[in-house]
């Protein structure tokens, strides 16, 4: 029996090299394409949504509870009331904790001259509050700036 074997070409191809240049480069690209097209498209979503605000943290000075009469007709009325002031920043807070018995002066000449059917609905405690408001925030000197009280809570609101 005669087998013939045909000669086995043991030379490789000259074009296996190129064809596997080719194709590794045009993988390499196609990924590269593939991660910068979802980089950019993370940085468009990043710049669509905003990032939450941090709310900042109020900064609060407590008053001491005021006791004044208030103008009444026959029995005598008075106003018992806690307040606290709502600062704008540390240099604020500073500032009024520094010119306190001035501050407190003027809350009191304001409340002293209520009559006691002007402090009954929410409406009248809400003008007294913003009434407080201009009160402290009027500058104490030429020279000072005005003391930053963004706002005016009660913490107590006795009339009798």
């Known amino acids: 029996m005669a087998t013939s074997t045909a000669p086995v070409s043991a030379a490789p191809s000259s074009r296996s090299p190129k064809l596997l240049i080719i194709v590794l480069s045009a993988v390499t ?3 590269l394409a593939g991660g910068g097209y979802f980089y950019l498209a993370a940085g468009k ?13 109020p900064i609060f000075v407590a008053l001491e509870p005021f006791t004044v009469n208030l103008q009444s007709e026959g029995r005598a009325r ?15 807070k ?19 001259n209520r009559q006691p059917e002007s402090l009954v609905t929410t409406e009248d405690k809400s003008k007294l509050a913003e009434e407080i408001r201009t009160a402290i925030n009027a500058p ?8 930053g009280v963004s706002s005016i809570s009660f913490n107590t609101f006795v009339v009798q």
Do not use: N, Y
């Open 45 to 57: 979503k990043a710049e669509a949504e905003p990032a939450a605000k941090v709310a900042e943290k």
């Open 29 to 31: 690209l196609c990924a």
């Open 140 to 147: 104490l000197s030429a020279d000072l700036p005005p003391q």
């Open 78 to 92: 008075f106003l018992h009331v806690g307040i606290a002031l709502k600062v704008k920043d540390e240099k604020a």
């Open 94 to 112: 500073a500032q009024v904790v520094e010119f306190m018995p001035e501050l407190r002066s003027r809350v009191l000449m304001l409340l002293s």
